[in-house]
């Protein structure tokens, strides 16, 4: 009801607003004034008002700039998002520096020289030394900054050394499932079509490297100080990997691996005390709008040092434990179902063989 009250009293002040310009329009015509001729008088207070405003606008730029600095993210927590930092924080300078003396010229030049009858407009068709400034200038800048961009880029993606944990990302719509490599920190085959109710990730159980590999969800953790490999996959359409506070991000595209590595320098502990959050997790987040719940696509990253990590890593079950412990209970499924056909009883028993030698 209030916001409806807030509308009407809007609405209703415009129109008298209108109503009043239209009265001063009328009394002019009263009057034989021509309400659609400019004199000197309007432009120069045009010319003041535009000075003024201009102004008003430039500061409260730089000022809300200023007071929304806490809004923002906090520093980066990991080793080559500091330097992403840096280079974001070079081009906001360059911005801001360019956007003062645009806008502080235009602002002066559009208040000082307002249209006089006397003043002669000067013209002139070329000039190759302001087009070699604004050309050459703006070239060297933008060089300088995609080279360094493009060195700090290719650190993520080059490939990482040999001390590395490996973890992939499976993207599906709307959720996310964490898969580490295990102890022989090699991934399992996996394919498309191997993808069922009892296998969402279309892991090839049959080979060996899938063995020791394990399947978590809604929080994955990382050893502090550790590089991490992620592999990223998506089962449907493209999604996103975001990692805001990383300073990292991935499309995970359908029928293809795309990866990153970087390497955690603050646990989440140690940002908490930062943030003044005792709540604060690390997110995984989906940033391509990929359906009705993109917005709920997101997971929990815990950083933590390298004994507690370990601690819970090894709390999970490993996929030859998970197949183990559902093979009993798939195969009492065969023997009750009357209705089980023989290609799916083979199935469930081959699953159940390749669970036991595991």
């Known amino acids: 009801m209030i916001s409806f009250l807030t509308f009407l009293v809007i609405v209703l002040g415009l129109i008298t607003f209108g109503r009043i310009i239209r009265i001063f329009e009328l009394s002019a015509e ?6 659609n001729a400019v004199n000197g008088s ?17 500061f409260m730029v730089f000022y809300l700039t200023y007071a929304m600095k806490d809004k923002m993210l906090p520093s980066s927590a990991s080793e080559h998002g500091v330097e992403i930092d840096t280079l974001f924080a070079v081009n906001w300078y360059i911005l801001f520096a360019a956007f003062f003396i645009t806008h502080a010229l235009l602002i002066y030049f559009a208040a000082k020289y307002y249209f006089k009858k006397e003043h002669k407009p000067v013209f002139f068709a070329h000039s190759t030394k302001l087009e070699l400034i604004w050309t050459l200038i703006p070239a060297a800048v933008l060089s300088v900054i995609i080279v360094y ?3 700090k880029w290719n650190k993520i993606v080059a490939p990482a050394g040999d001390d590395v944990l490996v973890i992939e990302l499976y993207a599906k719509q709307f959720d996310w499932t964490a898969r580490y490599a295990g102890d022989d920190n090699e991934l399992g085959k996996a394919s498309f079509r191997l993808i069922d109710g009892s296998n969402p990730l279309g892991i090839e159980y049959t080979d060996p490297q899938s063995a020791d590999d394990i399947l978590v969800r809604n929080e994955f953790h ?24 990383f300073r990292a991000q991935m499309n995970c595209v ?6 990153f590595h970087f390497k955690p320098i603050k646990t989440t502990e140690e940002m908490r005390v930062e943030t003044a959050n005792d709540k604060f997790d ?3 987040l989906c940033n391509k709008i990929c359906g009705a719940s993109h917005f709920n696509m997101q ?6 040092d390298e004994t507690s990590f370990r601690q819970w890593l090894g709390s999970k079950k490993t996929v030859a434990e998970e197949l183990k412990a559902a093979a009993p209970a798939a195969t009492v499924e065969v023997k009750t179902d009357s209705l089980a056909a023989p290609a799916d009883s083979a199935k469930v028993h081959a699953v159940t063989a390749d669970a036991t030698k595991h």
């Open 30 to 35: 009263l009057r034989g004034t021509d309400v």
């Open 42 to 58: 309007d432009n120069k207070t045009n010319s003041l008002l535009l000075l003024i405003m201009g102004s008003a606008f430039v």
């Open 149 to 151: 961009g493009i060195s």
């Open 222 to 245: 990382l050893p502090v100080g550790k590089e991490v490999v992620f592999k990223f996959h998506s089962r449907d359409v493209i999604h996103s990997a975001y990692m805001p506070h």
């Open 254 to 259: 359908p029928g293809m691996t795309t990866q």
């Open 282 to 284: 690390y997110i995984l």
């Open 299 to 304: 997971m929990n990253i815990i950083v933590e």
